[in-house]
């Protein structure tokens, strides 16, 4: 996966409406500089010294600030938009082309198709989409990120959205992530069986109808999986939750990695 560092000047006009954003949200810290001072000499990010990350979390961002934050675009690598109002912002997202982590736990969507614009973001490996009012529209807007080639995903987390079991069948036939979230999603082991192929690492789900088929379609179609989260299911039995952790145990040790091997119950918030 590459990534373009390329950084090209910003005009004395774009470093004034960077400077407004950073003094309104207060990101000085985070960004490693001096208050009222945009410079990149010398800079952690620059010397590739830390990850460059953006927490803008519980706060109200608009298209204007994303826009105002396009010089930070060449480096910028994870994007916290947690509990945020974003109004029309996600359709500027893109320009952030080197970003592999974007979490947006919580969002409330205006549009679902604006959703298909996460899409553009080439080097996205993580989405965090948690608690937010994504519908099965917006799942199908997201597909194209486990299209084609090699799987771009490795973290994919849409536990309690508004998708339906019925709604999975848009990524269902698609490329593998790595770790799929997909607890308060009333899932039956028929809908799990789409998942097959994949080739998860971790896996969490949870819903008043699963039950003891579920765990047993994971015994028999993720054989790379070394982390189970059940959640607010009743019908799933201790004996079955054993079973399963004993077989993942079995398989995990000739890799020499069963001790990363974790199967376990939650209660739900």
Known sequence: MTVN???????EADVATLINVANRFNLWRQLR???????????????????????????TVTAKDILALRPLAPFLRRLDLTQTNTGGALVHLPIFHNLTALILDGVQFSNQSDLQHLTELPQLQNLFLHNTNLDDL????????MQSGEPRLK???????????EGLRYIGGLQPVGSLVIHD????????????????????????RVDDEVVAV??????????????GSPLVSDESLEALHKILLLAKRNKDDASDVKVFRVEPE
Do not use: C
């Open 5 to 11: 560092h390329r950084f090209e000047e910003p005009s």
């Open 33 to 59: 500089m001096r208050p009222g001072v945009f410079s990149f000499t010398n800079h952690p990010w620059v010397a590739r010294r830390e990850e460059p990350r953006l927490d803008l979390s519980h706060t």
């Open 138 to 145: 917006g799942l199908a807007q997201l597909a194209p990120l």
């Open 155 to 165: 973290r994919f987390s849409i536990g309690r959205t508004k998708v339906t079991a």
């Open 185 to 208: 999603i009333d899932v039956t082991g028929e809908d799990l069986i789409r998942f097959r192929g994949w080739k998860l690492k971790r896996l969490y789900v949870g819903g008043p």
């Open 218 to 231: 994971v015994h028999e179609g993720f054989e790379e999986l070394f982390e189970f989260l059940l959640s």
